[in-house]
């Protein structure tokens, strides 16, 4: 397998020491360094989105059979890349899209970074409670598996919406997304790590509600 690790990153050192560590290895490691990173966060998604575009051209010129994107500040299993062949493997889906662990968020809500969608004005984190292949309609780019061709038929767009251009992706996907609740990918902060199973985990719901959005957090 022909496999391309990207990333777009600040600082590499740390998802790189995450990647040489995976018990199977990409091909390819190539990380794009953002050396002028946006401040808030309707800027930073702004800049998700821009990067991206630079992330297409690395998948293009290198041409792999797979991409496995990842983010810096993620903590990952050493049988991270395994697992997600693995699954891709066995599912044998010819509908398949990408496969995915799981990570908490860091901006107070800790839910889960995978989404299901009612329409688009209701949406909500996947259960964390579950375990096991669940299939998704979105996540974050913290951990994704997904055939080149896929990956390259995705669309990283932010127009203001309520959640980030890693989604406006995966929407734009129109295959089968799946998350291995059972992969805990960590979410590395500088005064610690957030871990999916800490007791501050919750499910959130969004919806729009006389004309703005709002949530609620369940658990």
């Not at 360094?33 to 290198?62: C, F, M, S, W």
């Not at 693995?86 to 107070?108: A, E, I, K, M, T």
């Not at 984190?125 to 061709?149: E, H, I, M, N, W």
């Not at 501050?200 to 719901?205: D, F, H, K, Q, Y």
């Amino acid at each position: 397998m022909n496999i391309l690790c990207i990333g777009q990153v600040e600082d590499p050192s740390f998802i790189k020491e995450q990647i040489q560590n995976q018990t199977i290895q990409p091909t390819e490691v190539i990380f794009h360094i953002d050396d002028n990173p946006a401040k808030g966060i309707q800027n930073r998604r702004t800049k998700i989105a821009e990067n991206h575009i630079i992330l297409r051209k690395i998948v293009e010129t290198y041409e792999p059979e797979f991409v496995f994107q990842v983010e810096q500040d993620a903590v990952l299993p050493e049988n991270t890349l395994e697992r997600l062949i693995g699954h891709y493997l066995r599912l044998n889906d010819p509908n398949f899209g990408y496969v995915s662990g799981v990570q908490v968020g860091r901006h107070g809500l800790y839910c889960i970074g995978a989404w299901q969608f009612e329409g688009s004005d209701r949406f909500a984190s996947v259960d964390y409670k579950l375990s096991g292949l669940q299939k998704v309609d979105a996540t974050g780019f913290y951990c994704l598996f997904a055939p080149v061709d896929v990956w390259l038929s995705g669309i990283c767009t932010y127009n203001n919406e309520h959640y980030g251009p890693d989604v406006n992706w995966g929407l734009s996907i129109r295959k089968n997304k799946y998350v291995d609740m059972d992969l805990h990918i960590g979410h590395k902060l500088n005064s610690g790590i957030i871990e999916v199973n800490q007791p501050s985990t919750c499910n959130a719901e969004f919806y729009i509600k006389e004309g703005k959005w709002t949530y609620e957090q369940k658990n």
